[in-house]
Every structure is written in structure tokens, then in C-alpha cells.
């Protein structure tokens, strides 16, 4: 009773905790980042193909139909699945298997493909670039290129300051006029209307 209370109340703060950390930032920031931990895809699409061909070689073997994969199911297993005697039914059963292999195949190699786009993005990442970039910035001064590339890195960093500080100024600039509107509509006088006589 003890420790599922405390971890309950742990719990409870832990989450009021993140609650407030997440209404404290600002909307348009991000200072928060909420993680899950989910099992391996790969893994999944793996049992799921598994489960998928172990049903279709059992439906195989039930309608006669040669398997030409190396998939072998034992027949304590096959006896686990409880197939129907229907031979319909287990046609149906064997067309849904085999479109279900066919789409975790697919899966699996997208799954395939992404973790290897991901490992070259890491190897990038995590690649030095100081030494092209030093090679390339003498390359650049021995051609006499790099004072004329500095001087219009600086005028466009100019344009970008000038720019938001052009930004920030309207944004002020609304944001006044606007509380001058609300000011003066909050202070416009209400008619005192009296009670109205019927007659």
C-alpha cells in the first residue's frame, strides 16, 4: 500500500510539474520536450510476419496448396490456431495472410531505409567540418574573394537588423493604437436610461 501510494503522489507531481512548466512558456516557444518510450518497429513488423506466414503455411497444408517458401510450421502449433473446417473460410483466411505478408514486407523495408537515411544524417551530424571549412576560407583569401564575400555578409546581416527592427517598431506601434482603442472605448459614457412608464 505504501509504495503504489507514493508512486501515485510522485506521480501526480511529476505530471502538475509538467503542466505548469508547459503553461509557463510562452505559445510560440519551446522549452519542453515530451519523449515516449515505444518498442523496436522492426521488431514488431518482424512477429507480426511470423504470426502471419506460420497461418499461411498452416492454411496451406490444411488445403493442399506446396509451399514454396522455407517457412515450416510444427504441428503442435498448427493445432494452436484453431482453423475452420470451411474450406471457403480458410481460402479467405489464406488470401488475408498472404496480403497482410505482403504489406509488413513493405513495412518493414520502409522501416529499413529509414533507420539507414537516419544513420547517414547522424554520421553527418556528427562528421568535423572545420577543416573544409578552413580550407575553403583559404582558398577564398588566396583568390582575393573573401574581403568582397565579409563585406556583403555584413551589409545583408544590416538589411536583416534593420529589417527587424522595422518588425518590432510596427508590431509596437499596433499593439499601442490597439490599447488606445480599448482605452477609449472603455471610457466612452454609458446612457443612464430610467425606467421606462408603460402606459
Known amino acids: 500500500f505504501f509504495f503504489s501510494s507514493r508512486r ?6 511529476s505530471v502538475s510539474w509538467a503542466r505548469r512548466c508547459v503553461q509557463e512558456t510562452a505559445t510560440n516557444e519551446i522549452h ?10 522492426k521488431e514488431a513488423f518482424q512477429n507480426k510476419l ?9 492454411i496451406g497444408r490444411k488445403l493442399g496448396i506446396v509451399q514454396i517458401e522455407e517457412f515450416v510450421v ?21 488470401a488475408e495472410a498472404d496480403s497482410r505478408i ?13 533507420r539507414k537515411k537516419w544513420h547517414n544524417e547522424n554520421v ?14 583559404t582558398i577564398l583569401a588566396r583568390k582575393d574573394k573573401l574581403p568582397s564575400l565579409i563585406d556583403k555578409a555584413k551589409e545583408e546581416e544590416k538589411k536583416r537588423k534593420e529589417a527587424k527592427k522595422k518588425e518590432e517598431k510596427e508590431a509596437t506601434e499596433a499593439k499601442a493604437s490597439k490599447e488606445i ?14 425606467p421606462q412608464l408603460s402606459q
Open 8 to 13: 501515485r503522489h510522485t506521480r501526480q507531481r
Open 32 to 41: 519542453l520536450n515530451l519523449l515516449a518510450i515505444c518498442g523496436d518497429r
Open 50 to 58: 511470423r504470426a502471419d506466414k506460420t497461418l499461411k503455411c498452416a
Open 74 to 94: 510444427p504441428e503442435e502449433e498448427e493445432k494452436k490456431l484453431n482453423l475452420p473446417i470451411d474450406e471457403a473460410e480458410l481460402k479467405k483466411l489464406y
Open 102 to 114: 505482403s504489406r509488413n514486407v513493405v513495412e518493414f523495408q520502409l522501416e529499413e531505409e529509414k
Open 124 to 137: 553527418r551530424r556528427k562528421h568535423n567540418y572545420l577543416a573544409l571549412i578552413f580550407e575553403l576560407l
Open 181 to 194: 482603442k480599448e482605452t477609449k472605448e472603455d471610457k466612452k459614457p454609458e446612457t443612464k436610461e430610467g
